[in-house]
């Protein structure tokens, strides 16, 4: 198997902060500070199994045409692989992929 380095674009990271953040500012009474740390940390933890338990898959986007794709149950993951790098480009959590994206 071969061993990939990662690299994760700032708009990735952001997207997954902000997503997790306005869950928070939503539901202030029952989500708590130390929960929206704990899945944004679990979200930015699974980029690093793509191409490990997170296999690669077609993009279900047309804007991710030309990238691959890999999801967890809550997030979906676009990026390039170039030599030994996995290059994380983008982000979108599960629900709000279209269904027709599917």
């Not at 296999?55 to 993951?77: E, I, Q, V």
Request: proline share 2%; glycine share 0%.
């Amino acid at each position: 198997m071969m061993k990939y380095r990662y690299k994760i674009k700032p708009c990735a990271q952001r997207k997954i902060k902000a997503f997790y953040f306005n869950v928070a500012k939503k539901y202030r009474h029952t989500y708590s500070k130390d929960l929206m740390h704990k899945n944004i940390d679990e979200a930015v933890d699974a980029m690093f199994q793509i191409e490990k338990s997170l296999l690669r898959r077609r993009p279900t986007t047309s804007r991710w045409a030309g990238l691959y794709m890999a999801n967890t149950d809550k997030w979906y993951y676009a990026y390039v692989i170039d030599a030994d790098t996995i290059t994380v480009v983008d982000v979108c959590h599960a629900q709000n992929m279209t269904s027709s994206e599917f």
